[in-house]
C-alpha cells in the first residue's frame, strides 16, 4: 500500500451526516518496536499479541460543512465529557493522514470515546485509541466510495491496510490493533509480507501452547508517564548502542519463529524476558536517562522469577514504556498462576488493581 494505491477525491461522495463506531483493543509487544525515522517508520520489527479486554470504543459523528475550510473541525469528549487533553495529538493525527484521506476537511466530526480500562491506570491507550480513530475514518471513506456507486466496495484486506496505515500515523504501535491475534509491523528478512507501513497478521504456524495465552495486567504505577514515547524513540537517534539493539530486534524475531511454530515455551520465554529488559536498558543508556520501573516492578520480576524456578510454570513477564508488569502465561496454567498473582504479586500493585486480559483477534466494528 503507498499513495498511488490510495482512493482519489473524485471516487468519493461526500455523505450529508452520519456516524460509525468501532472498537479497537490494545496490544503487547513481544519483541519491542523502540527508535522510529522519517513518517512514524519503525527503525526495527516487531510483533505483539493482540489483546481482547482493554478496548477502546469510538464513535465518530460526521456533519457535512456548510461552507468549505481550511481546518480540521471537531470535538473530542472522552467518557461523555468534552476534552481538550487529546486534542493535539488528534490534530496531529488529522494533519498526517489529510492526503491519505482528502475529504477530511469536508466534515465536521464530533469524537466520542471510552476505554474499557480504568482511566489513568498507566495502561497505554494510543494504541487501541489511534486505532479505533483510523478504523472509523476508513469507514467514513468506505461509506463514501458506497455512496457513490454501489457496485465498487472496499475489500477487507484494503480496509485493513489503510486503517493500520493511518493508525500508525497516529501512534506506531497501534497499528498492531487492527488484526489479531499475533501481528508484525516492520520489514524482516524472513517475512516477506511484512511492511514498514502497515502491521499483518503474523504469516506462519503457531502452536496450540500460545492458543488464549494470558496477560494478567499489574498496575504497579499509574501515574503520568516520565517521558513520552515520542521522546523515547527519539534518544534512539544518538543512542551508543542503537545499531546493536535494531540488529538484536531482527535476530529476536528470526528466532521467534520456530519458537511458535514448535510451542518452544522455555526460549519464548528467554526472549520476551530479554526484549522487556532491554527496553529498559535502551532508556537508561539514553541521553538523557529515563529508570521506568519502580522498585515493585522489581519485587514483582523477582517473584516470578522465583515462583518459575519452584514450580516449572512457564510464567513470564514483559513490560511497555512503563512500571506496569504484563504477566504471560499459557491458558493451561491459568488457575495456579492467578492464585500466586493473588497471593503474591498483587500486593505490589497500586490499590491492588490488575486487569485479567488474553491475547485477541483484533478490532470490530460496534
Ligand atoms: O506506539 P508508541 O509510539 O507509543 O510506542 C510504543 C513502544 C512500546 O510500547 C514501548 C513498544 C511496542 O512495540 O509496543
Known sequence: MNQEQFIPKSYLKTIEKGSVTWQSPSNIALVKYWGKYGEQLPANPSISFTLTNCRTITELKFWKKETASNTFDFEVYFEGKLSEDFKPKIETFFKRVEKHLPFSKDYKFKIHTQNTFPHSSGIASSASGMSALALCLVDLERLCLLERSREVSLSKEYFNQKASFLARLGSGSACRSIEGDLVVWGEHSEITESSNLFGIKYPFQVHENFKNYQDTILLVDKGEKQVSSSVGHN????????????????????????????????????????????????????????????????????????????????????????????????????????????????????????????????????
Not at 272 to 298: C, D, G, Q, R, W
Not at 309 to 330: K, M, Q, R, W
Open 235 to 366: 534518544l534512539m537517534h544518538d543512542h551508543p548502542f542503537s545499531e546493536e539493539r535494531f540488529k538484536q530486534a531482527n535476530e529476536n524475531l528470526s528466532k521467534l519463529i520456530p519458537v511458535l511454530k514448535e510451542g518452544n515455551l522455555s526460549e519464548f520465554i528467554k526472549i520476551v524476558e530479554s526484549e522487556a529488559l532491554t527496553l529498559h536498558a535502551m532508556m537508561m543508556s539514553s541521553m538523557p536517562y529515563f529508570i521506568l520501573m519502580k522498585p515493585n516492578t522489581l519485587e514483582i520480576i523477582n517473584k516470578i522469577w522465583s515462583y518459575r524456578n519452584e514450580t516449572n510454570s512457564n510464567i513470564c513477564f514483559t513490560l511497555d514504556a512503563g512500571a506496569n508488569v504484563h504477566v504471560l502465561y499459557p491458558e493451561k496454567e491459568k488457575e495456579t498462576v492467578l492464585e500466586f498473582i493473588q497471593d503474591e504479586l498483587v500486593a505490589f500493585c497500586q490499590n491492588k488493581q490488575y486487569i485479567c486480559d488474553q491475547i485477541g483477534f483484533g478490532a470490530k466494528k460496534v
